[in-house]
């Protein structure tokens, strides 16, 4: 099954639990674009408090502890036996980091809406700001469903495997970082900005499209690959368009910030 949904195959599936993860870093609350209106039955999942712990050493947005991610999808109405479908407005990169997190914690049927709220209204279909009754999901969370790396195993892949840098080129290369305390990347990471996953319209590349993409990075058959972003957000795309390909990869969830927050680690520039 694609991990992905059109519009037209989410309207006439019925039955799925659908949340909005509309999120940008340092943006508008997404609970805010959610009141202005949603999908039909959607309900709002906050990134940084359902989907990762709190921000410290292991990064800017950790994995959460399996009874609190738990907790936080059982009372967003999750059920184990239940698809789940998730959208953001911002191209899938918040959505995948949901689709990636409960996949992680077990759930076997979840899908990303495919270009998101805006392929919903371009659809023609609607929009309601009515907030739904919910009733509360029997999730249970088991960790390891996806690969994970720490900072010595994102280490060794770029060393021995294929270790790539979802962000910005100019943050790959060090010009810039808004964000955390040191510029650069991974010794031995490669770059592949996760905008490049999607077109114009903020839908995925076709699988043919996504193979050579990453190919050019050297992403081979048979190769081990790994991915990291600032905090573990956006890598989860990149992890999701590299299952569009057809290529397994693991996720370094504490990224560029955790790798930042050790002063003795490396860091590369250029």
Same mark, same amino acid.
């Given at each position: 099954?694609?991990?992905?949904?059109?519009?037209?195959?989410?309207?006439?599936?019925?039955?799925?639990?659908?949340?909005?993860?509309?999120?940008?870093?340092?943006?508008?609350?997404?609970?805010?674009?959610?009141?202005?209106?949603?999908?039909?039955?959607?309900?709002?999942?906050?990134? @940084?408090?359902?989907?990762?712990?709190?921000?410290?050493?292991?990064? *800017?947005?950790?994995?959460?502890?399996?009874?609190?991610?738990?907790?936080?999808? /059982?009372?967003?109405?999750?059920?184990?036996?239940?698809?789940? %479908?998730?959208?953001?407005?911002?191209?899938? =990169?918040?959505?995948?980091?949901?689709?990636?997190?409960? *996949?992680?914690?077990?759930? /076997?049927?979840?899908? %990303?809406?495919?270009?998101?709220?805006? &392929?919903? /209204?371009?659809?023609?279909?609607?929009? %309601?700001?009515?907030?739904?009754? %919910?009733?509360?999901?029997?999730? #249970? !969370?088991?960790?390891?469903? =996806? $690969?994970?790396?720490? +900072?010595?195993? +994102?280490?060794?892949?770029? /060393?021995?495997?294929?270790?790539?840098?979802?962000? !910005?080129?100019?943050?790959?290369?060090?010009?810039?970082?808004?964000?955390?305390?040191?510029?650069?990347?991974?010794?031995? &990471?490669? @770059?592949?900005?996760?905008?490049? @996953?999607?077109?114009?319209?903020?839908?995925?590349?076709?699988?043919?499209?996504? *193979?050579?993409?990453? +190919?050019?990075?050297?992403?081979?058959?048979? &190769?081990?690959?790994?991915?990291?972003?600032?905090?573990?957000?956006?890598?989860?795309?990149?992890?999701?368009?590299?299952?569009?390909?057809?290529?397994?990869?693991?996720?370094?969830?504490?990224?560029?910030? @955790?790798?930042?927050?050790?002063?003795?680690? $490396?860091? !590369? #520039?250029?």
């Amino acid at each position: 099954m694609s991990p992905l949904i059109t519009p037209a195959e989410l309207a006439a599936l019925g039955g799925a639990t659908v949340l909005d993860v509309r999120w940008l870093l340092g943006g508008p609350p997404g609970v805010e674009l959610y009141r202005e209106g949603h999908l039909p039955g959607a309900v709002f999942c906050d990134l @940084n408090a359902d989907l990762a712990a709190p921000p410290g050493p292991a990064g *800017r947005h950790p994995l959460p502890e399996a009874g609190d991610f738990q907790r936080a999808m /059982r009372r967003l109405g999750v059920s184990g036996g239940r698809p789940v %479908v998730v959208y953001d407005d911002n191209a899938s =990169m918040a959505a995948a980091r949901a689709w990636w997190a409960l *996949r992680y914690f077990g759930h /076997r049927d979840v899908r %990303v809406l495919d270009g998101g709220l805006a &392929a919903w /209204r371009q659809a023609g279909l609607p929009v %309601v700001k009515d907030v739904p009754d %919910v009733v509360e999901g029997d999730f #249970t !969370a088991r960790p390891g469903g =996806m $690969p994970v790396l720490d +900072a010595d195993e +994102a280490a060794a892949l770029a /060393r021995e495997g294929v270790l790539i840098d979802a962000r !910005a080129a100019e943050r790959y290369r060090g010009e810039v970082e808004p964000i955390d305390p040191v510029a650069g990347h991974v010794p031995g &990471a490669v @770059n592949a900005p996760t905008t490049g @996953n999607v077109g114009p319209d903020g839908r995925f590349l076709d699988p043919e499209e996504l *193979r050579a993409r990453f +190919a050019a990075v050297g992403v081979a058959e048979g &190769a081990r690959v790994g991915a990291y972003c600032g905090s573990g957000v956006t890598a989860a795309h990149e992890v999701l368009a590299l299952e569009l390909a057809g290529v397994p990869a693991a996720l370094y969830v504490g990224s560029w910030s @955790n790798w930042t927050a050790d002063p003795s680690r $490396p860091v !590369a #520039t250029g």
